[in-house]
């Protein structure tokens, strides 16, 4: 495996309470076009899509030197379970170089590597009940029509049983949590789409490691949280950060969260991550776009509430302003403001405007730049506590 991180604490004990991510990004799939699945091709996104993951995770405090980590409202913060290790593996074949200044070549995401580095990763979250699980994948992924099947970076190169490199993602979990202790989070951006391939094959794929799914689970907090549904796809502009993953950063950098059992901060945890990928995800593609990504169900147990980042500031709203007819943009303008704080007033002529207003009880609206073109729209004291929202202001009625 290659090991991106490991803090002070893991090295001293490593039964420290602390939170394991294992990083994968399956992009180049050399060997695709010789195998049964011709349909599948090589990938732009999931490397960039990894490293995106990698840097929030290591630009936080406890990765970085001190004094230069940043803001819970920009990367990983957990007091309870600091940042214990990162591993990574991703092809192609590059250089990663860390925030915090050491460039290192991650090791590529074969079905071996990705067994070694799975089977690490569970063996120290089996040392503390109190320590969390990241895992987070990017790449291909298919579906039999009930579950996800994962497809590693060197699938075809077995030409004996090339499916060897797909892997069972449910039943690698039920084995999983009979071995962790720890909560665990699991975050798949892949597709689901229907293959006849996996379905016709005589020998499904098989889970990372050998495993029963009898006996006494050690974790009943687990949850996968995936880009998309059942014979659906998952998309990515090109070359760029794929949407579900963009989502997933968006909402932890701030939009989403509750308060702290303990009074300081607020956590993260599934229950409220959820809701907050969805509404990214659809405020994030393109509206002209007719096939729109949907995310999928979360599948897991437990209460949910187990955070998994820690804000140290209230979460805050994205909220777009327009208003139609598009006509009088050129003299509308959008403000927002509320008890405590004066407005705030934004040109429409640009196109809709933003604003990013901690959660709370605002009020927002439009009104023409002369006075005199249309009547003030105002929506008084509205309690705003999603993640990303739109609205628009119809300035005739």
Same mark, same amino acid.
């Given at each position: 495996?290659?090991?991106?991180?490991?803090?002070?604490?893991?090295? @001293?004990?490593?039964?420290?309470?602390?939170?394991?991510?294992?990083?994968?990004?399956?992009?180049?799939?050399?060997?695709?076009?010789?195998?049964?699945?011709?349909?599948?091709?090589? #990938?732009?996104?999931?490397?960039?899509?990894?490293?995106?993951?990698?840097?929030?995770?290591?630009?936080?405090?406890?990765?970085?030197?001190?004094?230069?980590?940043?803001?819970?409202?920009?990367?990983?913060?957990?007091?309870?379970?600091?940042?214990?290790?990162?591993?990574?593996?991703?092809?192609?074949?590059?250089?990663?170089?860390?925030?915090?200044?050491?460039?290192?070549?991650?090791?590529?995401?074969?079905?071996?590597?990705?067994?070694?580095?799975?089977?690490?990763?569970?063996?120290?979250?089996?040392?503390?009940?109190?320590?969390?699980?990241?895992?987070?994948?990017?790449?291909?992924?298919?579906?039999?029509?009930?579950?996800?099947?994962?497809?590693?970076?060197?699938?075809?190169?077995?030409?004996?049983?090339?499916?060897? @490199?797909?892997?069972?993602?449910?039943?690698?979990?039920?084995?999983?949590?009979?071995?962790?202790?720890?909560?665990?989070?699991?975050?798949?951006?892949?597709?689901?789409? #229907?293959?006849?391939?996996?379905?016709?094959?005589?020998?499904?794929?098989?889970? #990372?490691?050998?495993?029963?799914?009898?006996?006494?689970?050690?974790?009943?907090?687990?949850?996968?949280?995936?880009?998309?549904?059942?014979?659906?796809?998952?998309?990515?502009?090109?070359?760029?950060?794929?949407?579900?993953?963009? @989502?997933?950063?968006?909402?932890?950098?701030?939009?989403?969260?509750?308060?702290?059992?303990?009074?300081?901060?607020?956590?993260?945890?599934?229950?409220?991550?959820?809701?907050?990928? @969805?509404?990214?995800?659809?405020?994030?593609?393109?509206?002209?776009?007719?096939?729109?990504?949907?995310?999928?169900?979360?599948?897991?147990?437990?209460?949910?509430?187990?955070?998994?980042?820690?804000?140290?500031?209230?979460?805050?709203?994205?909220?777009?302003?327009?208003?139609?007819?598009?006509?009088?943009?050129?003299?509308?303008?959008?403000?927002?403001?509320?008890?405590?704080?004066?407005?705030?007033?934004?040109?429409?002529?640009?196109?809709?405007?933003?604003?990013?207003?901690?959660?709370?009880?605002?009020?927002?609206?439009?009104?023409?730049?002369?006075?005199?073109?249309?009547?003030?729209?105002?929506?008084?004291?509205? #309690?705003?506590?999603?993640?990303?929202?739109?609205?628009?202001?119809?300035?005739?009625?």
């Amino acid at each position: 495996m290659t090991l991106i991180f490991e803090s002070d604490a893991i090295k @001293a004990d490593p039964s420290s309470a602390v939170t394991h991510v294992l990083l994968i990004g399956c992009a180049e799939y050399p060997s695709l076009s010789k195998t049964a699945f011709g349909s599948l091709s090589s #990938l732009t996104s999931p490397r960039v899509s990894v490293e995106a993951v990698a840097n929030w995770f290591l630009t936080g405090v406890d990765a970085m030197p001190e004094g230069q980590g940043k803001g819970s409202e920009e990367a990983f913060f957990n007091d309870e379970a600091p940042l214990g290790s990162v591993v990574m593996l991703t092809s192609p074949s590059a250089p990663f170089k860390t925030p915090f200044g050491a460039t290192i070549t991650p090791e590529r995401p074969s079905i071996d590597n990705i067994r070694t580095a799975y089977f690490e990763w569970v063996q120290r979250l089996a040392l503390n009940s109190k320590s969390r699980g990241i895992f987070y994948y990017c790449g291909h992924g298919v579906s039999d029509g009930l579950t996800q099947q994962l497809v590693a970076d060197d699938f075809g190169e077995n030409k004996i049983r090339p499916f060897d @490199a797909v892997f069972h993602l449910s039943n690698t979990v039920q084995g999983t949590i009979r071995k962790a202790k720890a909560s665990l989070f699991y975050f798949i951006d892949a597709c689901m789409e #229907l293959s006849q391939e996996i379905i016709n094959q005589v020998a499904s794929p098989q889970p #990372l490691f050998d495993m029963t799914r009898t006996g006494k689970a050690t974790t009943t907090e687990w949850a996968i949280l995936r880009a998309t549904t059942t014979n659906r796809l998952a998309y990515a502009p090109a070359g760029q950060v794929a949407y579900f993953t963009a @989502a997933l950063l968006s909402s932890l950098r701030g939009r989403c969260g509750i308060e702290h059992p303990s009074g300081t901060g607020y956590g993260i945890d599934v229950n409220r991550l959820r809701p907050a990928v @969805a509404e990214f995800l659809d405020f994030t593609q393109p509206g002209d776009t007719d096939d729109r990504q949907k995310l999928g169900s979360t599948e897991g147990e437990g209460n949910g509430n187990v955070p998994m980042h820690v804000l140290t500031k209230r979460p805050s709203v994205l909220l777009e302003l327009d208003i139609e007819p598009q006509g009088f943009r050129a003299i509308g303008q959008a403000f927002m403001e509320s008890a405590a704080f004066p407005r705030d007033t934004q040109p429409l002529a640009g196109g809709p405007v933003q604003f990013i207003r901690e959660h709370g009880e605002w009020t927002y609206g439009a009104n023409s730049s002369d006075s005199t073109s249309f009547p003030e729209k105002l929506l008084a004291r509205k #309690l705003l506590t999603g993640a990303a929202m739109r609205r628009l202001i119809n300035v005739e009625t």
